[in-house]
């Protein structure tokens, strides 16, 4: 048997969320603001809602491979955040869809490994 397992645990895994506000008053920005989209597409995230798209992560390592991907995608213009919350934390967030409550979105099924 092995000295040390593996356990996943409420606090290791962690959800990063990009959240944005980009201009889109020219062709330009459009652009810029599509890019850095499909960026976040490309690289697993997924739209939590408009202009916050949120990746599930196992780790704080993993964690900051996303953030540099995302640094490495961020447009020239408007404003970018990256937050961290744990999977507890995730978990206990309150979702409202009109006057009626919803619980979070589960982290995926299958933990993809790089």
Do not use: C, I
């Amino acid at each position: 048997m092995p000295r040390h397992r593996f356990a996943l645990s409420g606090y290791r895994p962690m959800w990063l969320f990009a959240m944005f506000d980009l201009p889109v008053d020219k062709p330009e920005l459009r652009r810029e603001y599509t890019q850095f989209r499909n960026a976040l597409l490309r690289e697993g995230f997924t739209m939590l809602q408009y202009s916050v798209y949120v990746h599930y992560v196992a780790s704080a390592e993993s964690e900051a491979v996303y953030r540099r991907k995302v640094a490495a995608a961020l447009p020239s213009h408007g404003q970018v955040r990256l937050v961290a919350v744990t999977d507890r934390q995730f978990e206990k967030m309150e979702v409202f869809v009109g006057k009626k409550r919803e619980k979070p979105e589960d982290p995926p099924h299958q933990l993809a490994l790089f």
